[in-house]
T-cell receptor
Framework: DGGITQSPKYLFRKEGQNVTLSCEQN?????MYWYRQDPGQGLRLIYY???????QKGDIAEGYSVSREKKESFPLTVTSAQKNPTAFYLC?????????????FGQGTRLTVV | GENVEQHPSTLSVQEGDSAVIKCTYS??????FPWYKQELGKGPQLIID?????GEKKDQRIAVTLNKTAKHFSLHITETQPEDSAVYFC????????FGAGTRLTVKP
């Protein structure tokens, strides 16, 4: 089945540690995105990539890093520099070079800092 | 960059009634306006979208209207059912997408 897969579903991190969230898609989509969701604030764009080996900062990129070495994969690293990392993280993908087509979302990763 | 505002934040209706959610956007370059439905613990799923060259689009019980001059668009759900209860997000953009804060819709049986 085609789709977009995020793992793990739940993740716990100690303060001061980096952690990487996985996002894989087999939809042959060029564009991939990471959003952060906090209660009452909707989805905020962290990073997006419109093509392999290229990515752009979104509105809240500080404390996060990404890579896009393969078309299928767009991992997100939450670094120790992110002051408030506890949130629900959503990855999405879409066709073409922009997001003016339907975006398919993964099921999300809930990150908790303990 | 694009800024999307969404109202109301919560909406409660009786089963069978209509529900309307409204969004405004700031960037006149935005040309794509999707609406997503998110159920608890899941990622959002597209329910309907509209492009800037269209003023209205319908799909069974849901419809979206777009007023480019006023930079606002709305989601209309008719004959609501309990399974319509979820959080709804509007979004707007061109090369990237910005989302509204969401509306929690509750349909009471």
């Amino acid at each position: 089945d085609g789709g977009i897969t995020q793992s793990p579903k739940y993740l716990f991190r100690k303060e001061g540690q980096n952690v990487t969230l996985s996002c894989e898609q087999n939809l042959n989509h060029d564009a991939m995105y990471w959003y952060r969701q906090d209660p009452g604030q909707g989805l905020r764009l962290i990073y997006y990539s419109q093509i392999v080996n290229d990515f752009q900062k979104g509105d809240i990129a500080e404390g996060y890093s990404v890579s896009r070495e393969k078309k299928e994969s767009f991992p997100l690293t939450v670094t120790s520099a992110q002051k408030n990392p506890t949130a629900f993280y959503l990855c999405a993908s879409s066709t073409g070079g922009g997001m003016n087509t339907e975006a398919f979302f993964g099921q999300g990763t809930r990150l908790t800092v303990v | 960059g694009e800024n999307v505002e969404q109202h109301p934040s919560t909406l409660s209706v009786q089963e069978g009634d209509s529900a309307v959610i409204k969004c405004t956007y700031s960037d006149s370059a935005s040309n794509y306006f999707p609406w997503y439905k998110q159920e608890l613990g899941k990622g959002p799923q597209l329910i309907i979208d509209i492009r800037s060259n269209v003023g209205e689009k319908k799909d069974q019980r849901i419809a979206v209207t777009l007023n480019k001059t006023a930079k606002h668009f709305s989601l209309h759900i008719t004959e609501t059912q309990p399974e319509d209860s979820a959080v709804y997000f509007c979004a707007a953009g061109f090369n990237d997408m910005r989302f509204g804060a969401g509306t929690r819709l509750t349909v009471k049986p």
